[in-house]
Every structure is written in structure tokens, then in C-alpha cells.
């Protein structure tokens, strides 16, 4: 813990110098906790009000911080095939890290759950899918922002990077969405 409070202060201070940081301890156990942010921001952000039981909230848990790991696995070796293509010499191992730092911007969904929850009669709930939006937006600023730091890379590459890893995942996570569903309705 005092390793990642310390490099988020850092961070603060110089960002490049925190990245940097981050991306050399090459911790498995950062990138854990920033996945496990995440998944936790996405359970409450769409569960906040329902009343779920203990082990409906950590069955929940587990299934998106397992989702949230795969995800990043696939985004961190598909970005770093397109940039080790393009002739930059990348680690995926460094690329999981930062994609599991990047899951502490999520944290921002749990806010707006809780605000929206507070105030009920302001129906807050339509703007769910601006939220979301701003979040991945921030999201991919950072880890933009992280590759050009690291590896001196342009904004242009770093950006078709990261598009040409979460593109694929997010499509494959969509279509087994799709026939999870389907497997459902057809079951019962």
C-alpha cells in the first residue's frame, strides 16, 4: 500500500516521473487493486439502490474483477503487438500494469452512483451513459498519456494503439453478452 500511495503522490507532483514509477516495479499487485477498483466501481454503479445480498454483491464482484483481469490482458498484448509492429519496443507485462493503473479513474462511476442515488428526484439515471462515456474517455487520456511518457511515442500512435487493443475486446465482450443472452432466452 505505501508503494502505490507513493506513486500516486508522485504522480500528482510529475506525472511522467509517476508513470515511469509505476511502470518499473512492474507490481502485479498495483495492478490487481486497480483492476479490483474497478470491477468494485462497476458493481456499485449498477447496483447502487438494489438491495443484493452478500453473495449476490461478491458473485458480482468476482465475475467483473475476472472480466476486468481478462480484459486487460488482451488490451495490454494487442496494444502491444500493434506498437511493437510499428517498430517501438514495448513490455506487455509494463502495458497490464498501466492498463490496471488506469482502472482507479473508474472510481469516478461510484460518485456519480452515489449522488444519483442521493437525489432520486432529479432522475440522474439518463445521464448513466454520459458517465460512462466521460469515464472511458479519461481512461484512455491516461494511458495515452502514459505510453507517450514511457516510450516517447506520438499521440497518434499511442491512440491507435490502445483503439486497436480495447476495439477487438470490446467487440468479443459484446458479442459473448449477446449470446449469453441468447442462451438464456433459448433455456428458458
Known amino acids: 500500500m505505501k508503494h502505490l500511495l507513493d506513486t500516486y503522490f508522485l504522480y500528482t507532483q510529475d506525472s511522467a516521473a509517476g508513470v515511469r514509477r509505476l511502470l518499473e516495479r512492474r507490481s502485479f499487485r498495483q495492478a490487481c487493486v486497480g483492476y479490483f477498483v474497478a470491477a468494485l466501481s462497476w458493481v456499485l454503479f449498477f447496483n447502487i439502490g438494489d438491495q443484493l445480498s452478500l453473495f449476490a454483491l461478491l458473485f458480482k464482484l468476482f465475475i467483473v474483477f475476472v472480466a476486468e483481469m ?5 488490451v495490454a ?31 469516478l462511476l461510484i460518485a456519480f452512483a452515489l449522488v444519483s442515488a442521493a437525489l432520486p428526484q432529479v432522475h440522474l439515471g439518463f445521464l448513466f451513459p454520459l458517465a460512462v462515456l466521460l469515464v472511458w474517455v479519461l481512461q484512455l487520456v491516461y494511458l495515452v498519456r502514459g505510453l ?20 477487438p475486446v ?18 428458458f
Not at 502491444?80 to 479513474?105: E, K
Not at 507517450?148 to 486497436?164: I, M, Q, R, S, Y
Open 148 to 167: 507517450k511518457h514511457v516510450w516517447d511515442v506520438d499521440t497518434w500512435e499511442a491512440l491507435g494503439g490502445w483503439l486497436f487493443g480495447a476495439v
Open 170 to 187: 470490446c467487440v468479443a465482450f459484446g458479442l459473448v453478452g449477446i449470446f449469453f443472452i441468447w442462451f438464456l432466452v433459448v433455456l
Open 70 to 74: 481478462t480484459a486487460g490482458y488482451f
Open 77 to 107: 498484448a494487442l496494444c502491444g503487438l500493434f506498437l511493437d509492429l510499428r517498430r517501438v519496443q514495448v513490455s506487455a507485462a509494463q502495458l497490464f500494469v498501466l492498463v490496471g493503473s488506469s482502472g482507479f479513474i473508474k472510481a
